[in-house]
């Protein structure tokens, strides 16, 4: 049999995909978008925060006007609640996890204009938010600032380790065990000894960590490009805002430095060095039987049941050789740049050192949690110890101690040595090598000889200072926990100076600009489910029998959830309040809810389904529905968070689909969100059943009283007024309501109505492919374009003509073209 060994050829036209993203390019695919992935978490909330330091500081100086200042202050504080810090002593780590890259722009310079022109309800181009600023003090500033906070964190765990050590230390003063030189027995010490050494070392790295925190914390901001602005500006303001200690004083180092990025990258490594070596000796301890095997530090065998491994010690070396690695890609990509603003030297580094912060602390945390497992096992024996020679140089000492020379002294112990360990000696053999190194002696060497070589706890009577006796380790401990408490007060001191200048920048953007301007632009309350849209079928088959569909699709559904999603993807700074189940069918509506810019205040009901709908629908046919309630049957007025009333429009939508949410209870949440300084609207949608009496005297009476603007379709305004013409409807509904009445009439397009004039807009002509949800859009782009300072009428326009497109395209396509007409 002869074998083939002839390569087979390629796929004919077959090419290794260079994206994984076609709507991307290869460019943006493999960098723009993973850098952002990367960054984005960490730097958004940095530049929120810098931002507000520098508007505030614009408006104070008279570089801004006070309207123009005050706009943005609203909208950087509506970024703030969506993606700040909860709280000022929250540790390093971003608190959104992820923001999704969709190509609209190139970084998160940009994606924070972009969204903080749909917080403030402008276009980007009417944006001051960078005057007097460049990319490169803000990139400079906001790595500064979490890096600061990447420091604080780490001198906390690394200073409470110190403090552990100190209590082991303090319980392990007499165990005592043979320390090594070269891997090699050198002589007795105790445990108590290594670990106040260790303590040292890492004091020693917490004074270094100190004296980088002091330099990180110089404020760049205000350098601009890197030579400063003409415009007349406060730099230290902004630095004493933000919780810098000061301003630069050289504003080109200012930008284009990056000493503070190697210190920092440098002492990392050094952390992770000391901790690996201290490693490598607790593990031969461990394998030694000297101290015990934590059972939660180790992993077992695949084929030795009995073995216990402790390769986390491993694993720490290992976490080591990372960080001296992650180390010299920060050094080597900063030496790859000029000494001048580069993406090299600044922005290129911070994943390194992000990733770098990661893994020390975790690293710091495992030798933390050692420290904590130390416990003495099986001690080497005084015996054992004295058979490893360990007590030779004791035995030398105490010759020299008589006057003998050092080097005969020596000679001595080694003469002896090569015979036996100092168990092994006889009187005879002592005298015999004091003899042969010519010292005489008539029993009291020979005496001193035999002692000292065969007691190694004469050390623990060591008085030297910094050794293993017992009195020397109590004063290193006490030395050790004196810088250790004053190391500890100045890190205090720094994180409640930031701490401070968060709280005061905060209450002073508020006091500018009052509490409710940390909202969204539009909030919408009300009902969420799946909706199972039964495409070319408008009734169900009889019963028994089964009709097949071209396609049955699974959309996000309820009025409220579709308004909310529709105004997110239009850049409008939204927030969702529903309730759902805890089943797959609430995770699903989560799921599918998600969406940049739209806050979620999804509240469970564990015992409960979640509302679901089936729609069947035929094109150039109204559809009918079958809904079930589940959570939303439950939700009540009391479930919504008082957050969700600080906005500047407050949508109830899917009245009648919310059972405890009617009547007097939608009237108090409505008249809440009216003294919370919010226009409210209504959309109340269809009531199962029909139109009644009931239902109108329970609108006009409890609910209308508190609405500001109500968005019924054509069916809904009849229903409500019991009028047949649209317009005689709409002027009855706006004069016995007192609200701006905004109807959608579907294909003839909408129409508003003040109670004295009213206007119509027709709707363009299109192929209507799909009108689930056309409505809710609608509602969603009308109130949108009211948030950004658009009048009723042109808003009624952008609506009528944005839900026309909408119908017109397959679902999947209605995201991006959303997205599309941000301003």
Known sequence: ???????????????APLRDRDDLSIYWDNHLRVAFEQSAPHDLPAMVEASLAHVTMLRETKALPEPRADRLLRGLLTLWQRWGDAEPSEDWRPRVASHPFDGSVEDPYYYLEQQLAAACGISTSDLDVQLARSRNDLDAGVFRMILRRCILDLAELLLQTVRDLEEVAARTTDALLIGHTHRRPAQPTTIAHVLSGLAEAMLSQAEELLSVYDEMNVSPLGSAAFTGTDIAIDAQRVADLLGFSSSFTASYEAVAGAEHFMRLAGLHARIASTGARWARVLQEWMNLGWVRMPDEFTQGSSIM???????????????SGAANGEANAVFTTIAAGWYEDSNNATTDVQKHLWSSTERIIRFVRLLDGLTLEIEPADLPSDEDIVRSGATTTAVAEALAGQSVPWRSAHDVVGTLFRQGDPTTWSADQVEEALAGAGIDDDGPLRDLVLSSGRDPRRILEREQPGSPGRQAIAVALQHAEQRERSLSAQFQERRRLLTDARERLLGTVTDLVGTASATCALSVIGNANLDVIVHSATTFPPAGTEQIVPEIEVRLGGSAAIAAQRAAQLGIAARLTAKVGDDASGRMVRALAETEGLALDLISAPSEGSGLTVAAEEEGSERSFLSSLGAMGTFTAEDVPPEALQARYVLLSGYFLLPEFQGASAASLLREAQRSGATTAVDTGHPDGGWSDDFRDELFEHVLPHTDIVLPNESELRGLTDLE?????????????????VAKLGAEGGLLCDGEELYRVTAPEVKVRDTTGAGDSFNAVFLGALSRGVGAREALETAVATASQLVALDPQERDQHLRSLRG
């Not at 049941?305 to 976490?319: A, D, F, G, I, W």
């Open 305 to 319: 049941p009995q073995k216990k491994n402790p390769v986390v010690l491993e694993h720490l070396v290992s976490m």
């Open 1 to 15: 049999m002869t074998q083939d060994n002839t390569a087979p050829e390629p796929e004919a036209g077959r090419r």
């Open 725 to 741: 013409d649209v317009e005689d409807a709409a002027r009855d509904l706006a004069v016995r309501s007192g609200a701006l009445v």
